[in-house]
């Protein structure tokens, strides 16, 4: 399935896989951009589908946190499907939905979007090490989708 929408231009992609690479010394620039790209096609599916119950793996969190930090890039992408996408980070290894991420995936594709399936393992098996220790969970706690505000 070919990708909906351009996701981040060369600059801003280079800018937020550096970011990932900062956090992650030992990662390669190529793995970084895969997560960045991911934790895109998360972004804007999560804005479109606000009532959704959606989460990220941990590998592709670890890429959320790097677009979070670009603060304006990340406010213009959740814009892009209407709906900003709050992240309050949580850890609790016993909430964790293995279906949640297959849901995810589904309504990735929904969305236009193809999942790098490799990138989104359970918590305990990654395709490779992050920074991040966040555990998302599909109970409405740590994700909140604030619509965007009409008029």
Known sequence: MAERTALLDDAQRQGVTQTVMDANPDMTAEMAGRI???????VLTAAEFPQAA????????????ALILHTRLYKALCARRGNYVEHAPGYDPENYDPAILTRTQAMMREAGFTPDEELWTAPDKPLVAVA????????GGPIVIIPKPKG
Do not use: I, M
Not at 132 to 139: T, V
């Open 132 to 139: 991040a220790k966040c555990q998302h969970s599909d109970d």
């Open 36 to 42: 960045v790209d991911e934790a895109a096609k998360f």
């Open 54 to 65: 959606l989460t990220p793996s941990r590998v592709v969190d670890e890429g959320w946190h």
